[in-house]
């Protein structure tokens, strides 16, 4: 990435300021944690206990507040109420602890261990109780309540399916649950399940209504299919919606649309004009596919995997071109950077805890997509197959944590100013498979989300793809952080002949490069005297000089490469020259 995203430089007293925080707030709990706690036991709360009820007793009972006193719903994050006052919560081994402020609080280790009490549609049995169910879920998705209206098509399905094949009346009632919460499911971004629901709710009779039931079943999951970028399977979905009901504008367009699709994923067809006026800032994210290209991921000798080229590359050419796995943008709500300081070395980071939240949502509503994500490369080995638990896969969030900081690229600011505190941030599966070179083959581009990376030199086929983490020219900088966000130290022919170069010859080209740059930066070269042209010349051959020809035959000269270009513009044409 070129602004690499979770380094970041801190004055020496910033620096200290913060690990003064952390270790106060290190200290502060662990005079907490030895405090009596009181542990509960889930039976003698979950009788009476609404959401309200059991807050407020846990306020009495730890942090002696008055009775009428409750405590705010539990928080995630910034002041995000997750908890609701309407509906029942059981918490499996509840039990208090207070936080590092020492302020009562409930701790909930997993997701799963927070359940909410079903709805209760009275005394009803069977059927009639699965009916009631359906028509509260279509309430509750009418008045935009997404998780109500999942909940109560779930209890109503589990009711419904029970009475599967007692009478053709119930297995209908089965099948317009199924296509309700299909529907529910996408609105959530469960699309794993909205396809599995939709599927299942197919009737294949042939009354008129049937067929347009179906018709609308296939849509939803050809929907599904096409978020999951499943484009083939969307492509059939589709299709038979279209064929169950000819008429449909939607179905066209769809079929279009995932063509379109298609085409880009086998390299041939994006157009990139349209996609970037179809962007803006209420709608940052590209309608494409990813095309992996003439690419492979294998082994390499030294750094793990890699991605390597399995035909020539052009220069200039495309080498892949991918659309986010999941992104947040710096202007959305969910952007939102924090400082970590990381035990293992005890540095301070800053990390977009916007992304890793964004993905451990995207992670445990789609369990399909979780083992390309956990086999990404991380420090922290964590999980290495999916492992479900209670129906949800189970997300190891340290995991995605190292994972993030090893693969995240900043997309860069494509929507307005950004900073530290809140920078837009994305993981791109593929491409996190390109190694750093400090003489890279690739450069790449953003369209909003959408990584279009081209070949900067001609690539070999068998060759390493690479791509420069950090691209900063002074030798000490760009291993440090290389070193602070990625952790290794680069081997390449670049960084081998700087290192032999030794600090005084390094220092002494710094010195000319910076005298070069304040040059360029002052004077324009359209128009410049032959006098600053000469000075220009002058200082490119003394540049030069601080490469050792054999050394740095075939690499590049990085120093040398804004003046050379500025020379190229200040030269005058030759027929001009003669008028001087
Ligand atoms: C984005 S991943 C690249 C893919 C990774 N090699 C893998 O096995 O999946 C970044 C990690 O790869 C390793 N890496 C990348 N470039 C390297 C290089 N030039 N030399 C050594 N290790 C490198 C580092 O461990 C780094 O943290």
Known sequence: MTTPLSTIYMTQEQDNDLRATIHKRRQQRNEVQDRQREPKHAKSLVSQATAAALLADMANATGGQENNERMPAMEVGRNEKVLEFSRKMVIKEPYFTLSDSAEPTLRVDHPSDLGIEPFDVGRDKGVECAE???TKGNIALRQGDLAD??????????????????????HGL????????????????????????ALSSVTQK??????????????????????????????????????????????????????????????????????????????????????????????????????????????????????????????????????????????????PAGLAKALVQKL???????????????????????????????????????????NAFSPGAQFGEEDVRRASAGLWIRASYMNHSCVP?????????????????????????????????????????????????????????????????????????????ALIERESPVGASRLVVRKAENLAKAIE?????????????????????????ARPPKSKSRDI
């Open 441 to 517: 083959n690739t450069e790449r581009e953003f369209i909003g989300d959408l990584m279009v990376v081209r070949a900067s030199r001609d690539v070999k086929a068998g060759d390493e793809i690479t791509h420069i983490y950090d691209d900063s020219n002074d030798l000490e900088k760009r291993a440090e952080s290389l070193m602070r966000t990625w952790g290794f130290v680069c081997e390449c022919p670049r960084c081998l002949a700087e290192r032999e170069d030794g600090k005084v010859l390094r220092d002494q080209r710094r010195v000319l490069e910076d005298r070069a740059n």
């Open 545 to 569: 000089g601080t490469y050792d020809a054999k050394r740095y035959e075939g690499l590049p000269r990085p120093a040398l490469m804004n003046l050379e270009r500025w020379l190229v513009a």
């Open 364 to 406: 445990r509503n789609n369990s399909s997509q979780v083992e390309k994500v956990q086999a990404l490369f991380s420090d922290h080995k964590g999980l290495d197959q999916l492992v479900m638990s209670d129906g949800e896969p189970v997300i190891d969030t340290f995991q995605i944590h190292d994972i993030i900081c090893r």
């Open 149 to 170: 209206a999942y909940s109560c098509y779930t209890q109503g399905l589990g009711i419904a399916l029970k009475s599967v094949g007692n009478d053709g009346e119930t």
């Open 206 to 351: 042939t009354s008129d209504k049937a067929r347009a039931l179906d018709a609308k079943a296939y849509f939803r999951a050809g929907c599904a299919a096409y978020r999951l970028e499943d484009w083939h399977k969307a492509k059939k979905y589709f299709s038979f919606q279209q064929q169950l009901a000819p008429d449909d504008r939607d179905a066209k367009v769809h079929q279009r649309k995932t063509e379109i699709r298609l085409r880009e994923q086998a390299g041939a067809g994006y157009r990139f004009e349209k996609l970037k006026t179809s962007l803006s800032r209420s709608h940052p994210r590209v309608d494409a596919a990813t095309y992996t290209g003439s690419t492979a991921i294998a082994k390499t000798t030294s750094h793990g995997q890699g991605l390597f080229a399995t035909n020539d590359i052009a220069k200039g050419d495309i080498v892949l071109c991918e659309k986010a796995f999941c992104i947040v943008w710096a202007h959305e709500e969910a952007a939102w950077t924090t400082m970590t300081l990381d035990a293992r070395d005890e540095r301070i980071r800053a990390f």
């Open 132 to 134: 009631k169910y359906k």
């Open 174 to 197: 089965a099948s317009d649950i199924h296509r309700n919460r299909s529907h529910v499911n996408l609105l959530l971004g469960r699309f794993d399940e909205a396809l599995a629901d």
